[in-house]
């Protein structure tokens, strides 16, 4: 499709277990973000990349998050040793070029449950 | 810092009235203000924006107005429908280094027929 595109959708996991959410942006956006969005909340900034530049980590909560993208394009957020405090749903974005005024296309999110 | 104050955090409003949702912020280097709407189970979508040298823009039955002396923003609908029932965030973008978009809490607007 010609949108943001996130998988999975849903995620239930274990306490303890790792998950990996991936997110494939719109086609030539070089900036690409994670938000967390927890029930109620805001939109929590986690990470955002621009283009070969260091990613900016400034946002993530805690050294359990990690997060890559390969090759300009696909991005894999991972949480290693899930709490149940990272419940959430985790919505990736994409822009054009990054901190330019430029929309933000977001995708429909990967709601995460920690049991 | 860089947060976002919203207000309300829900609203209710008969179909057809005026809806206003307010953001301050206290940063005042911020000079871009968006505005999502996010549906249910949908990621949030771009409705109006303004920049800093701007003090009021218009998109049909959306408005948005800045006041930068002030730093606050705010969101007005007209004419209100049940399809902008939805949460709106408010967002500022600041400079330099910290470029990428803090947002608000959000307000869950309902338009009730």
């Known amino acids: 499709g010609a949108g943001v595109s996130q998988s999975p959708s849903n995620k239930v996991t274990e306490k303890g277990k790792d998950v990996e959410l991936r997110c494939d942006p719109i086609?030539?956006?070089?900036?690409l973000y994670w938000y967390r969005q927890s029930l109620g909340q805001g939109l929590e900034f986690l990470i955002y990349f621009q283009g070969n530049s260091a990613p900016d980590k400034s946002g993530l909560p805690s050294d359990r998050f990690s997060a890559e993208r390969t090759g300009g394009s696909v991005s894999t957020l991972t949480i290693q040793r899930t709490q149940q405090e990272d419940s959430a749903v985790y919505l990736c974005?994409?822009?054009?070029?990054?901190?330019?005024?430029?929309?933000?296309?977001f995708g429909e999110g990967s709601r995460l449950t920690v049991l | 810092g860089e947060n976002v104050e919203q207000h309300p955090s829900t609203l209710s409003v008969q179909e057809g009235d005026s809806a206003v949702i307010k953001c301050t912020y206290s940063d005042s280097a911020s000079n871009y203000f968006p505005w999502y709407k996010q549906e249910l189970g949908k990621g949030p979508q771009l409705i109006i924006d303004?920049?800093?040298?701007?003090g009021e823009k218009k998109d049909q039955r959306i408005a948005v107005t800045l006041n930068k002396t002030a730093k606050h923003f705010s969101l007005h609908i007209t004419e209100t429908q049940p399809e902008d029932s939805a949460v709106y965030f408010c967002a500022r973008q600041g400079s330099g280094s910290a470029r990428q978009l803090t947002f608000g809490s959000g307000t869950q607007l309902t338009v009730l027929p």
């Open positions: 974005a994409s822009s054009l070029v990054f901190g330019f005024s430029g929309e933000l296309f």
């Open positions: 303004i920049r800093s040298n701007v």
């Open positions: 086609s030539g956006h070089t900036a």
